[in-house]
C-alpha cells in the first residue's frame, strides 16, 4: 500500500508551484499577496499545502540540473560503490563523487542542494500560514508538527553535505532578502533539534491504515537520534534545544522509549524489508514512498511522478530479462563490500551478483559484476504503466528498526547486548560482545547500501575516514577496465563535506565562502 498523501499529491502540486517554481533557493520568490490571501483560507487548503511539502521527500531530480537520489550519492561517496554508468562520459558527475575530486559546478551537488532548499521553502511557507487558516486545533498542531519534522529532514541533508548553509526559518519576503549569510553548522543542528524536539511532543503515535506512511513521533525520535550521533560524533558536542540540552542521555531516553512503546520490531526475513510485502510494515520507523500513481512519462520533469530513480539508475543494464530490466548500473558495488560480506547472512539480500542475471548485459562504467539488490531494476518493482524508467514502485526505507537498535547500542544502553544481539540473532548469527567497534561493524553489515555508511565513517573522524575511503589494488573476478578506474584517494582537507555550488556563490552577491579543500 502506497502512502494516502502522495497519491493525491500531484493533483494539487500546480498550486504550489505558483509560489515555489523556482529551482534555486535564492530565486524563490515571495508569495504574491493576493494569491495568498485568496488560497491559505480552509482545512482542505492547509492539507494541500502539507502534501506539497511531503513531496519534496520523493524528490530524487531537479530539471535541467541532474538526477540525483540520496541514496545513489551517500553510496558513491562511500567505500561501498563506485560511480558507474555506461561509459566514463555517462557516469562523470558521479565518478566525481566516487574519486572526491568534485568541482563547485557538479550538477549532482548543485540538484541536491536545490531540492533541500525547496522543501525548506515549502515547510517554512507552511508554517507562516497556518495559524490563520479556518482549521480545527488538533489538525493544527499535528500537521505543524509533521511540517516541523520535514524541515528538519531537509536541513539535516542538507547540512550533512555542506555543513556552510544559509539558516530560514522564514521565507524571504522582498529581494533585499536573497542574499543570505552562511550560519554555523552549530544554530543549523540546534535548529534542527528544535523542530524534532516539539514534532515530537504533537505527533501521532499511530496513524490509521489510509494514512500510511505519515509521519510518527517514532520518526521523529529515530531523526534525532541519527542527528545527534552526526553532529556530536563531527563536532564533539550537544545540541541545544531552546534551552533543552539534547545529550547522549536525553537521546538515548526517546529510543527507549521507541523500542518499548511503538510497536516497531524487527522482520523475522530480513528480506522482507525490501519487498514490496515489507512496505511500511513494522519494521520501518519512517520510510518514503514511491511508486506509479501517478503513471509519469515526462523525461523533462521525472520528480512530477514518484518513481524511485535510485532503483532505476542503480540496476544493471539488462535486457531480455524476466527479472531485472533496463537498469543504468551507476552506483556498482565495491569488490571490498562484497568482501566484507561474503560470509554474512545478509550478502545474499544486499548485493547482487552478475551471474544471478538472466537475459543480455551490458556491462557499463567500472563494472564490478556486483549491484546492490536494496534499490534495483528487479521485477517486483516495475511500475504497472508509465514510461518504464520513471515508474519504479520501491519505497526508501529511510530509519528501520534495526537501526534504532543499533543506535541505542552505540549510546550505551543498559540493553545493548540484547539490542546487538536481537539484530544477529535475525540473520542467524552467534553473539558477540556490545563493543563500539562491533556495534559499528553490524551496522555497516545490517545498513550496507542504504546511505549511511559514508556518515558512519566521517561521524568517527577524518583520519579514519580517510583510512576506509582512500584505497587502491583492489580488482574483483569480474571487474572490467584498467586498475586505476577503481582507485580512489579521499581528500581530508574538504572533511566530508560538498562543495558549494558555484551558481549559489555567484547568486549570493559575495555572501558565501566556499568550503574548505575545495
Not at 565518478?95 to 533541500?116: D, G, Y
Not at 584498467?482 to 558555484?502: K, Y
Request: one cysteine or more; proline letters at 4%; aromatic letters at 12%.
Amino acid at each position: 500500500m502506497k502512502n494516502n498523501i502522495t497519491k493525491t499529491a500531484k493533483a494539487f502540486l500546480l498550486i504550489f508551484l505558483l509560489t515555489a517554481c523556482g529551482d534555486d533557493f535564492l530565486d524563490l520568490k515571495p508569495l504574491d499577496q493576493v494569491v495568498s490571501t485568496n488560497f491559505y483560507r480552509t482545512e482542505e487548503d492547509a492539507y494541500r499545502a502539507l502534501i506539497s511539502v511531503y513531496d519534496v521527500l520523493t524528490y530524487q531530480s531537479t530539471p535541467g540540473v541532474s538526477w540525483a537520489p540520496f541514496v545513489t550519492v551517500a553510496d558513491v561517496l562511500s567505500d561501498d560503490a563506485f560511480g558507474g554508468g555506461s561509459d566514463a562520459n555517462d557516469g562523470l558527475d558521479f565518478n566525481q563523487l566516487n574519486l572526491h575530486e568534485i568541482p563547485a559546478t557538479n550538477p549532482v551537488v548543485h540538484a541536491t542542494w536545490i531540492k533541500n532548499y525547496i522543501g525548506v521553502y515549502r515547510a517554512n511557507l507552511f508554517l507562516e500560514v497556518i495559524d490563520d487558516i479556518e482549521a480545527s486545533d488538533d489538525f493544527k498542531q499535528r500537521t505543524i508538527a509533521e511540517v516541523k519534522f520535514m524541515r528538519a529532514y531537509f536541513y539535516f541533508e542538507q547540512v550533512r553535505f555542506f555543513e556552510n548553509i544559509p539558516l530560514l526559518t522564514n521565507t524571504l519576503s522582498g529581494p533585499s532578502e536573497y542574499s543570505q549569510e552562511q550560519n554555523t553548522p552549530k544554530e543549523v543542528y540546534d535548529q534542527i533539534a528544535l523542530d524534532l524536539v516539539e514534532a515530537i511532543a504533537d505527533l501521532p503515535e499511530t496513524v490509521p491504515a489510509d494514512e500510511a506512511g505519515r509521519i510518527t513521533k517514532w520518526a521523529a525520535q529515530g531523526l534525532l537520534a541519527r542527528v545527534y550521533l552526526f553532529y556530536n560524533g563531527v563536532y564533539g558536542a550537544e545540541l541545544e534545544a531552546n534551552g533543552t540540552t539534547v545529550d547522549r542521555t536525553f537521546v538515548l531516553a526517546e529510543l527507549e522509549d521507541l523500542i518499548a512503546n511503538s510497536g516497531h520490531d524487527l522482520f523475522e526475513d530480513y528480506s522482507m524489508n525490501f519487498s514490496l510485502e515489507g512496505e511500511l510494515g513494522m519494521e520501518s520507523v519512517f520510510e518514503i514512498t514511491h511508486g506509479d500513481t501517478p503513471p509519469w512519462w515526462d523525461w523533462n520533469y521525472p520528480r512530477g511522478g514518484h518513481g524511485n530513480l535510485a532503483a532505476q539508475m542503480q540496476g544493471p543494464r539488462v535486457t531480455g530479462s524476466d527479472n531485472w530490466d533496463r537498469g543504468w548500473s551507476f552506483g556498482t558495488v565495491n569488490h571490498k563490500l562484497a568482501l566484507f560480506m561474503e560470509d554474512d547472512p545478509r550478502f545474499e539480500h544486499t548485493i547482487l551478483l552478475e551471474e544471478e542475471l538472466d537475459g543480455s548485459l551490458n556491462k557499463g562504467h567500472q563494472h564490478t559484476g556486483y549491484f546492490s539488490r536494496k534499490y534495483t531494476s528487479d521485477a517486483e518493482h516495475w511500475g504497472a504503466s508509465g514510461q518504464f524508467e520513471l515508474n519504479r514502485t520501491a519505497n526508501f526505507r529511510v530509519i528501520r528498526f534495526s537501526d534504532v537498535l543499533l543506535m541505542a547500542a552505540e549510546l550505551d544502553s543498559p540493553n545493548k547486548q540484547e539490542y546487538l544481539d536481537r539484530v544477529r540473532e535475525r540473520v542467524g548469527l552467534e553473539s558477540v560482545p556490545a563493543t563500539h567497534e562491533n556495534i559499528m561493524i553490524e551496522r555497516r553489515l545490517e545498513l550496507s547500501l542504504e546511505g549511511i555508511r559514508y556518515f558512519d565513517l566521517l561521524r568517527q573522524g577524518i583520519s579514519y575516514a580517510d583510512q576506509e575511503l582512500t584505497h587502491s589494488g583492489i580488482y574483483g573476478p569480474n571487474y572490467e577496465g584498467e586498475q586505476h578506474i577503481f582507485n580512489v584517494n579521499f581528500n581530508p582537507a574538504t572533511n566530508g563535506f560538498l562543495p558549494i555550488p558555484q551558481t549559489e556563490i555567484d547568486l549570493s552577491a559575495g555572501m558565501f565562502n566556499q568550503n574548505s579543500g575545495y
